[in-house]
């Protein structure tokens, strides 16, 4: 056994779902040159691996994982001046818990990821999904992260540009079907973050307003925006509490549904939606012995929509705390995009409880939801 590796402890202790048993072998890395270490073991022995921040964005299933599981345990953040006037960075190790930044920083009077608060997890973890909350995503405040590919020696600095950070997306993240775009182990994370002091901040953001109740413009304390969001969370049953069973979750499950604009026509009215931004940088190339004065008409791209996922599922017919017979699995009785651990389930019962809301959806409305959580050994 070398210094990293560890007794191998069931998942089902390490991830908020609750479900997963104890894999092959187990490695944790309290320091980034440990990290570094338990990789190049991991990578040496041609086996499967992936890495464990706070588990929970993480569905595992109940067989025994067949190869390596490392523990992202490193901490700490380093202040670092900002090339921008009235700023500050802010660069954070990967297994940090996120929500302890966020308190850091609003302590501190640092704004551009409060509304990020109670969000469960790692910092490593953030980019990977490209994390946010009302209105408010890492990539607004994201500079760069520190990452080693699979196989490489060293880390490598990639900015924040090149991470391709979409809607709870990234080149990093592994969706349901897919492999990810880039295989590689995030080791630290740098924002930039707005020095705001005790006056607060504006907030502009319709959908953090509305979740604020604010009617006005007027700069509120960073603390106490904080206080407001995650006494909401809490109302949602998405700040972890061991004594509440619907925070035994991995919270949303499944990602609102991003649409085109003539598929979203044909959902009801009342069903919430949002425009997505479009790319506006997008660039048309003439070569130059093809150019005779004249640009080429360009159409202008159809819109895409965001849809309420929870919406689509409580107008299926499947309320908030439903669960299927026997199950020990259930919708969350404050949420409809959580599925919860009731106590003991498996990952056999949620995956059945998963496909029946998938079934649900597509046979009302035409659309399949897509899971949001990282899923290993699991199939929907």
Known sequence: MTDTEITPIPLRQLTTLRTGAAPERMLDAPTTAQLIEALHEAWATGEDWFVLGGGSNLFVGDEPFEGTVIRILTTGIEELPSPHEGRIRLRVQAGH????????????????????????GTVGAAPVQNVGAYGQE???????????????????????????????????????????????????????????GPAGRVVRGEQLRRALGLTDFEPVPLEWLRTRILATRAAKGMLLNDGDPDTHSAGSFFQNAIVPEHVARTLPAECPRWPVEPDLDTLTVIPLEDYYGLAPRTERPEGMVKVSSAWLIEHSGIGKGFKLPRSRASISTKHALALTNRGGANAAELSELARFIQSRVHAEFGLVLQPEPVLVGVEL
């Not at 818990?97 to 469960?120: H, K, L, N, Q, T």
């Not at 760069?144 to 490489?152: F, K, R, T």
């Not at 880039?182 to 924002?191: D, K, N, P, Q, Y």
Request: hydrophobic content about 45%.
């Open 97 to 120: 818990s996120w929500d302890d930044v966020v308190a850091y920083a609003v302590e501190r009077g640092y704004a551009g990821i409060e509304a990020m608060s109670g969000i469960p």
């Open 138 to 196: 890492i990539q607004e405040t994201l500079v760069e992260v520190e990452l080693i590919d699979e196989g490489a020696d060293v880390p490598v600095v990639v900015p924040a540009a090149e991470l391709g950070l979409g809607f709870r997306t990234s080149v990093l993240k592994h969706h349901y079907g897919s492999e990810q775009e880039r295989r590689a182990v995030i080791t630290s994370v740098t924002l930039d973050l707005a020095i705001t």
